[in-house]
């Protein structure tokens, strides 16, 4: 989703309140070799939050911005890449492997894995399609996480992986996809799929010298 109300963090920050209007959920890594991203959490892209923390493990960087508004999430949208944050900037610039956790448009259940590192992308594609997902490496180019000014592509590599999972792909994920009280409530496919991705990641770690 790129329909975006603020071109920068910024921005955003004279009009919303942290807090009221939004959050912003950080944790260290122990060893700066990987952080997971949620950038459009909570309202914005839901089910992406959820999915971040079930895959993020103890002594890896997870960064959320989770959109707290009972309407009109879609407002604190900012771009990935106009990506400014000055948190998941540090934490991505200080890391070996950016994952960053989208939401896409579509009712059909569908992943789209995109971004520069392509021996991630690989590995990810092949433990979901393993499960049974489908899953498109050749996304459409709003959503294919290829530019470098990408917040996922800016770690020491310069390489990331974009996972973008359509909206009826993540309506399968929870037994109410819209509230966020009901999104606590996760299906099988949910820990399904978050084995998939975690099992992928590992693989990744593993190939890239990512282990630490």
Not at 42 to 53: D, F, K, Q, S, V
Not at 104 to 126: R, S, W
Request: charged residues 25%; glycine residues 10%.
């Amino acid at each position: 989703m790129n329909n975006s109300t603020y071109l920068s963090f910024g921005d955003l920050c004279k009009n919303e309140s942290d807090g009221k209007d939004f959050l912003v959920v950080c944790r260290e890594s122990s060893f700066p070799t990987i952080v997971i991203l949620a950038p459009h959490g909570g309202g914005i892209e839901p089910g992406t939050e959820e999915l971040a923390m079930e895959i993020h493990e103890p002594g890896e960087g997870l960064f959320i911005f989770s959109g707290l508004k009972k309407w009109g999430n879609s407002s604190l949208h900012v771009t990935s890449n106009r990506y400014d944050h000055p948190e998941a900037l540090r934490m991505a610039r200080n890391s070996k492997l950016c994952i960053a956790i989208h939401g896409a448009k579509g009712k059909e259940p569908i992943t789209y894995l995109g971004g520069l590192c392509e021996q991630g992308i690989k590995v990810i594609a092949e433990e979901l399609r393993e499960r049974g997902f489908s899953v498109s490496t050749n996304p459409p180019p709003e959503i294919n996480g290829k530019s470098p000014q990408n917040i996922v592509n800016k770690n020491t590599r310069g390489k990331g992986i974009q996972i973008e999972i359509s909206e009826g792909q993540r309506a399968m994920f929870f037994e109410g996809f819209h509230s966020r009280v009901l999104r606590q409530y996760r299906t099988e496919v949910f820990y399904e799929y978050a084995r998939a991705i975690r099992s992928g990641i590992d693989r990744v770690k593993e190939l890239i010298g990512c282990k630490e």
